[in-house]
């Protein structure tokens, strides 16, 4: 099974995240930032992964640093969980329709960090989830899992619509991604390794 814990204790933050990329059964978030749970809950879903989170953070500043580090210990889990990466798909795309909105996510499994975030909001908090936190999740995770990764809102009003299609297109695009795939031998890659 490919499957990780940690905990992580900052100053600010203390965190404790399981992942099982191979079994989606257990999906438990609590954050504290409700939006982010429902975010956060909707990945895992959408990726058919297991995924549960325990985050205690400065929330009476705000939720910057409970939203980043939770990013920077799923991607940590990710990247371990996933190990020599051998006989995944390592490429994923997903457009993910949300009433008047379309959200679009492209990833690659590469071990190169980089990310494209193409999306304005013009709402600028939901709750007490502040919406630029999107774009410093996505970061996060994506350095510490070692994803290339584009995320774009095509159209769309609802700021609620436009955050859920990504999250949710970023987990079926990640499902896609983690799949063991028979006909790759190896790692899918002509280097023969994937870092």
């Known amino acids: 099974m490919r499957q990780s814990k940690k905990s992580r204790q900052t100053s600010e933050t203390k965190i404790d995240v399981s992942i099982n990329l191979d079994d989606g ?107 630029e936190l999107v774009q410093e999740f996505l970061q996060a995770l994506m350095v510490h899992a070692g994803l290339t990764l584009h995320a774009r809102v095509l159209y769309g009003t609802n700021t609620h619509h436009k955050i859920e299609a990504i999250f949710k297109a970023l987990g079926r695009a990640f499902s896609e991604a983690i799949l063991i795939n028979p006909n790759i031998k190896g790692v899918n890659s002509t280097k023969g390794l994937i870092e």
């Open 25 to 131: 059964a257990d999906v438990f978030i609590d954050t504290g930032v409700g939006f982010f749970d429902h975010m956060l809950t909707l990945f895992a879903r959408h990726a058919r992964i297991s995924l549960t989170v325990k985050a205690d953070g400065d929330l009476y500043i705000d939720s910057h640093h409970t939203v980043e580090d939770v990013g920077i210990v799923i991607g940590q889990l990710i990247k371990e969980a996933l190990g020599d990466k051998a006989g995944i798909n390592r490429y994923g795309t997903s457009y993910v329709p949300m009433d008047e909105t379309l959200g679009f996510v492209s990833l690659d499994i590469s071990g190169r960090p980089y990310l494209v975030f193409d999306a304005t909001f013009d709402n600028p908090k939901l709750g007490q989830f502040d919406v």
